[in-house]
């Protein structure tokens, strides 16, 4: 099944401004270059994809990690593209890290993670954006690959922070 979805064509609804879209367009049509992906193709992120970055489950830790950086990438780039500010994925990114401090082992703290499912489809409600659906979409269902596990905890956190790396890497405001 399909979290995140994504192709050029969205732009249009997305940039109101013909001069913000024409930016936009250029700077992904160049990614999607280097990802050697065809800019008529629409980008699919799977529900087998994210579980597979989280847990690990079938793969390899580098064919895991490899995974990791590329959707990182295509999701930094696409968030920037699609107006979503580093002060939205920070809001969330600055809890998960206070978590993460604070022991993933301890019952309390892995409540507060699961938590932030209804905070996250609050922000995504309350800005009624692209980038903010699809950074809830995202994340919503990594956070339920997660489960009890300290291990797919890290492997989220790995995941979150490099799509937080990437969007400022390409000039997320």
Same mark, same amino acid.
């Given at each position: ?26 700077? *992904?049509?160049?990614?999607?270059? =280097? ?9 699919? /992120? !799977?529900?087998?994809? @994210? %579980? ?14 490899? *995974?990791?950086?590329?959707?990182? =990438? ?9 107006? /979503? !500010?580093?002060?939205? @994925? %920070? ?83």
């Amino acid at each position: 099944m399909t979290v995140f979805t994504f192709s050029l064509q969205q732009l249009k609804a997305i940039h109101k401004n013909s001069r913000d879209r024409k930016k936009a367009t250029e700077f *992904l049509e160049a990614k999607f270059q =280097d990802w050697g992906i065809s800019p008529q193709s629409k980008i699919v /992120l !799977s529900e087998q994809t @994210i %579980r597979t970055i989280i847990t690990s489950q079938g793969v390899g830790p580098e064919e895991s990690a490899r *995974l990791l950086v590329e959707w990182a =990438d295509k999701l930094g780039a696409i968030f920037k593209a699609t107006k /979503l !500010s580093s002060s939205q @994925i %920070r809001d969330f990114f600055g809890e998960v890290r206070r978590i993460q401090q604070e022991g993933f082992h301890n019952a309390q703290v892995r409540r507060r993670f699961i938590l932030l499912l209804p905070k996250l489809e609050y922000a995504a409600a309350r800005a009624n954006a692209f980038g903010m659906n699809g950074l809830r979409d995202v994340l919503s269902y990594a956070i339920h690959c997660v489960q009890d596990n300290p291990q797919n905890f890290q492997r989220f956190m790995d995941f979150f922070e490099a799509i937080l790396a990437y969007h400022k890497a390409y000039g997320g405001n």
